[in-house]
């Protein structure tokens, strides 16, 4: 196990509420990164990240767009207030986001992360305001 991984483990506890494992945060702040630069479909080809089926990039620009601020890049603080659930068969995970304009804000991530073999895929499922 690396030190990344001790600091925050990947744990399978049904329906408890969990800080986002250490190994999931880059590639988490990548997909919001993306975001940040108008890739909402994750064009750019982010390793073991997609769009849920059911999601289309124009859907997510609008939710960003329809909030009214400009996203940013994710902040330290948001993984004080992340969290992951494990679901059975996956992660849910909600990620808080922030603006510019704002800071944190009320838009939230929604991922589904599953694990394959050795790695993980980050399945985005959603960004809106619960």
Do not use: K
């Not at 849910?92 to 922030?98: G, K, S, T, V, W």
């Not at 804000?105 to 985005?124: G, K, N, T």
């Amino acid at each position: 196990m690396t030190q990344l991984e001790q600091t925050f483990p990947i744990q399978r506890e049904v329906g408890q509420e969990l800080p986002v494992p250490s190994r999931w945060r880059p590639t988490i702040a990548s997909i919001v990164d993306a975001f940040c630069e108008g890739d909402f479909s994750l064009a750019r080809g982010i390793e073991g990240a997609h769009l849920s089926n059911a999601l289309d990039g124009a859907w997510l620009a609008q939710q960003v767009e329809g909030y009214g601020a400009t996203l940013d890049r994710l902040s330290p603080q948001a993984w004080q207030t992340s969290i992951c659930v494990w679901m059975g068969e996956w992660w849910e995970a909600l990620i808080d986001l922030f603006t510019l304009e704002e800071g944190r804000s009320d838009l939230v991530l929604f991922l589904r992360i599953y694990q394959r073999e050795a790695s993980y895929d980050f399945e985005v499922s959603s960004l809106h305001v619960p």
